[in-house]
Each structure stands twice: as C-alpha cells, then as structure tokens.
C-alpha cells in the first residue's frame, strides 16, 4: 500500500512539473512573438468592377507596430501604390518624360506583342526624341531621405519609417499570382511606424483613394 501511495505521489510531482514547463514554454513563445500587424486591403472587387478604395481608410496602431497593404482584387491585374507624400516638393508623376537619342531602336516583350513606346519626334534638330515612360519612383518602391537622397528597394517591400522622409512609395502592387502582366511588380507593402503622429498617404495611381495612419 505504501508503494502505491509513494508512486502516486511521484506521478502527481511529475504531471505538475510537466505542467510548469508547459506554461513557462508558452510564456516565452508569447515573448518571442513579432509585433502586431494591421492589415490593409488596397483596393477589391473584381475585373468588372474594381474598386479604388482602402479597406479601413484609417488604421490606429502603437509606435513601433507594422502595417501590410494588400491587392486583394479578383481576376484583374488592378495595379494600386501606398505612397506618403511628407514633402510636396517629391510629388511624382506616373508618366515621365525622358530624352533618348533618335536613334534608339526598342524591341516590345514579348517580341512581336501588342506593345509599342510612347515616343515623340524631335522638333529642335538635337538628334534627340522625347520617351514617354513610366517613372521609376512611382513604379518601383522608393524612399526619399530628408537629404533628398533616393533609395529604390526591391517588391514586397519592408520598411521601417523614421518620420524624417520626404518621399515613401510602396511601388505597383498587384494582386498574388497577376505579379506578370507588370514585371517587377510585387504584392504588398509593410511600414514599421516608428514615431508617433498621423501619416497621410494615397494611391498615386487612383489620387482620389486615401488612408492615414494614426500612431500613438
């Protein structure tokens, strides 16, 4: 009877120790977490009706937490950018001008597509023409430093805003899997948020569509 009793005692320690260790274990992984996350979708809808809207227009999160914009558009490749404009004097254009020599030759992608460059003819006999392209700074995702020093990085971008930038561009992002019909685009965009205040942005595609963040 004793024996029964001392191994009965022996299990009760040991499930209580294995309990212990249970609970410390999920303490640390809770630790180990990373920061909240609030997401956002940029745009929706379908091919027959896009939407350009953000969804929610406002977000309120700590400082130190991350937003993620998303393209959740169905079956078209709806192109959307999250850009914050903190100095008006880095507005970009989506179309820019460019010079190239008139001797240029262009081949489309893929060869013998439907695809043909805007170009205007030289009218000052510089042997020049007039390239109209799309501007890298909407198109790919971009910072402008408070130097005025500009910064490209690659799709899908993580970035973690220090409230000093002049300029933050998301680049064109498209829904998962449409990436293809605009090469090197990406599907999403991530800011840490690292100063308290409010930061307004757009879609510089879609001017009309804005958001804000709210840091506190």
């Given at each position: 009877?004793n024996k029964i009793?001392?191994?009965?005692m022996i299990?009760?320690l040991?499930a209580a120790?294995?309990g212990?260790?249970?609970?410390n274990?999920?303490?640390?992984e809770?630790?180990?977490?990373?920061?909240?996350?609030?997401?956002?979708?940029?745009g929706?809808?379908n091919?027959t009706?896009?939407?350009t809207i953000f969804?929610?227009?406002?977000?309120?999160?700590?400082?130190?937490?991350?937003v993620t914009?998303?393209n959740?558009?169905?079956e078209?490749a709806?192109?959307h950018?999250?850009t914050?404009?903190?100095?008006?004097?880095?507005?970009?254009g989506?179309v820019?001008?460019?010079?190239?020599?008139?001797?240029t030759k262009?081949?489309?992608?893929?060869?013998?597509?439907?695809?043909?460059?805007v170009?205007?003819?030289d009218t000052t006999?510089g042997g020049?023409?007039?390239?109209l392209a799309?501007?890298a700074r909407?198109?790919?995702p971009a910072i402008?430093?408070?130097?005025?020093?500009v910064?490209f990085?690659?799709?899908?971008?993580?970035?973690?805003?220090t409230?000093?930038?002049?300029y933050?561009n998301?680049?064109?992002?498209?829904?998962n899997?449409l990436?293809?019909e605009?090469?090197?685009?990406?599907n999403?965009?991530?800011v840490k948020?690292?100063?308290?205040?409010?930061?307004?942005y757009l879609c510089?595609?879609?001017?009309?569509?804005?958001?804000s963040?709210i840091v506190?």
């Amino acid at each position: 009877m004793n024996k029964i009793v001392a191994v009965g005692m022996i299990m009760t320690l040991f499930a209580a120790s294995v309990g212990t260790f249970q609970i410390n274990t999920n303490n640390a992984e809770a630790q180990e977490q990373p920061t909240t996350v609030a997401k956002v979708a940029a745009g929706g809808g379908n091919a027959t009706a896009p939407w350009t809207i953000f969804v929610p227009q406002n977000v309120e999160i700590n400082a130190g937490e991350s937003v993620t914009w998303y393209n959740p558009t169905e079956e078209a490749a709806e192109p959307h950018t999250v850009t914050f404009i903190l100095d008006n004097n880095t507005m970009a254009g989506v179309v820019s001008p460019l010079l190239v020599a008139n001797t240029t030759k262009f081949t489309s992608l893929p060869p013998g597509s439907n695809n043909e460059p805007v170009l205007l003819p030289d009218t000052t006999g510089g042997g020049m023409n007039t390239l109209l392209a799309v501007n890298a700074r909407t198109f790919e995702p971009a910072i402008i430093d408070a130097q005025g020093n500009v910064t490209f990085m690659k799709p899908n971008a993580n970035y973690s805003m220090t409230g000093t930038e002049k300029y933050i561009n998301s680049g064109w992002f498209l829904p998962n899997g449409l990436e293809g019909e605009y090469p090197g685009s990406g599907n999403t965009f991530t800011v840490k948020f690292e100063k308290q205040g409010t930061y307004d942005y757009l879609c510089i595609l879609h001017p009309w569509m804005t958001g804000s963040v709210i840091v506190k």
